[in-house]
Structure formats: C-alpha cells, structure tokens
C-alpha cells in the first residue's frame, strides 16, 4: 500500500487523508450499496462538487432504469 490514491475524475494523485474504514463509513452514508460497487475513488474537491449533482443523476438513471423496465439496483449492477 503506498497510501495514496488516485482521483477517477481529475487523474489527481493523492494522499489518503481516511483510512478506508473512515471512507467507506462516509461512502455507505452517501450512496445506496449498488451505487458503491460502480463508484470509482474521486479526490474530496472533486467528491463536493459532484455531490450537488446526485439527485439529477440519480433522477436521470432512474429514467433510464425505467426506460429498460428494470430497477435501479439492477442497472447499477449490470455496469
Ligand atoms: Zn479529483
């Protein structure tokens, strides 16, 4: 473990400011399981100004999901 990270949507490279049981502590209350298993490692700049955009993602994949007669969960898990 070289205790860095690298952000999935800058590129930046970082330093694990959490241990991963603090971040996946704070992930879990943020997304639903699903959305975990799809979701990359972004930096913290990067994680506050995507936050404000997950209702309209989320309402959109709902869409989406719907569109294909399937649930949410399942879309997520398909990839
Ligand atoms: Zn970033």
Do not use: N
Request: proline share 3%; with cysteine.
């Amino acid at each position: 473990m070289s205790g860095t990270y690298t952000c999935a949507r800058c590129g930046g490279t970082f330093g694990k400011v959490w241990s991963d049981d603090e971040a996946a502590a704070e992930a879990a209350g943020a997304f639903t399981a699903a959305e975990l298993e799809d979701t990359d490692v972004i930096c913290d700049d990067c994680y506050q100004e995507f936050m404000p955009h997950l209702p309209r993602i989320r309402a959109e994949m709902d869409q989406e999901a719907a569109a294909l007669g399937i649930t949410l969960d399942e879309l997520l898990r398909r990839g």
